[in-house]
């Protein structure tokens, strides 16, 4: 996934935070209804919409870790 892909995407996500959520073991930003983060089996996350717009915009800004899982497109 290029960059310009990401910011998009993190861009979608801080339209909608309330759709996400952030896994606290990872960062990784993940839909609202799974139980577990795609990523690293985590199960703690923070829902406060806040948290999801800034680490959407983070991540959204750099290269090298993956915005949102495969399991958003
Ligand atoms: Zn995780």
Known sequence: ????E?????????EEPHLYKVCEACDSIVTRR???CP??????????PKVVVQQAKILGS????????????
């Open 1 to 4: 996934m290029s960059l310009t």
């Open 6 to 14: 990401r910011a998009a995407k993190a861009a979608k996500i801080a």
């Open 34 to 36: 799974v139980a577990t």
């Open 39 to 48: 990523s690293c089996h985590g199960y703690r996350f923070n829902e406060d």
């Open 62 to 73: 750099r290269e090298q870790r993956s915005v949102v899982t495969e399991d958003l497109l």
